[in-house]
């Protein structure tokens, strides 16, 4: 008797250790967040992109997710690395008038599946003037496609010695433009 209850409590154990990983591997994980899934796409509105002082500041980006990823986001701009892609859903910021977004594996392949954004600021929020690839133009009159292309081993991401044209300001003007951004509290 006791072998037989020995035997049903093992193969109950076993029916729900079963179906605990059936329910696990069903979750999914994208190999470093806990189990999260990062999102199918991240399409931003206007009121994703707020004032920049709220957003942690690398070298001379700003930079959130909006996918619940800022950590995994954080980590890369710190130490980035070729071949390395930032998670959907994030924000990347220099200038309070200009942006791009990780959407989506499959959004535009070419580009690693970034969209530019030109906006329009002020104390009262963002406008979103264009966004899309090839049609939005940065602060200095170039294609943000066009620029950002020479970083593609760096996910696109322009800096120091990622091949892109080095930008006509200094590192201390860009802060000061960013410290001024129009959305923020005095």
């Known amino acids: 008797m006791r072998t037989i209850r020995r035997r049903r409590v093992a193969d109950a154990l076993g029916a729900a250790v079963a179906v605990v990983a059936l329910a696990l591997a069903g979750c999914g994980s994208d190999g470093g967040s806990g189990g999260v899934r990062p999102p199918a796409d991240f399409v931003a509105v206007a009121s994703d992109f707020e004032c920049l002082q709220n957003w942690p500041r690398v070298r001379n980006i700003r930079l959130t997710n909006r996918g619940g990823f800022l950590d995994e ?4 701009a710190q130490n980035h690395q070729p071949g390395k ?13 200009e942006a791009m977004v990780k959407r ?5 392949p070419a580009n ?3 969209e530019y954004f030109e906006l329009n600021v002020s104390a009262s929020g963002t406008e979103i003037r264009k966004r899309g690839r090839d049609d939005v133009i940065n602060m200095f009159g170039a294609q943000c496609f066009g620029c950002h292309e020479a970083a593609r ?9 990622h091949g892109c044209i080095e930008l006509p300001v200094t590192g201390a003007q860009i802060a000061l433009l960013q410290d001024s951004d129009p959305r923020c509290a005095d």
């Open 112 to 114: 690693n599946d970034w």
């Open 104 to 108: 989506a594996p499959g959004y535009d």
């Open 73 to 76: 986001a954080l980590a890369l």
């Open 85 to 97: 892609q930032y998670p959907v859903g994030t924000i990347i910021q220099i200038f309070p008038g």
């Open 153 to 161: 081993e760096f996910d696109f991401i322009c800096e120091g010695d």
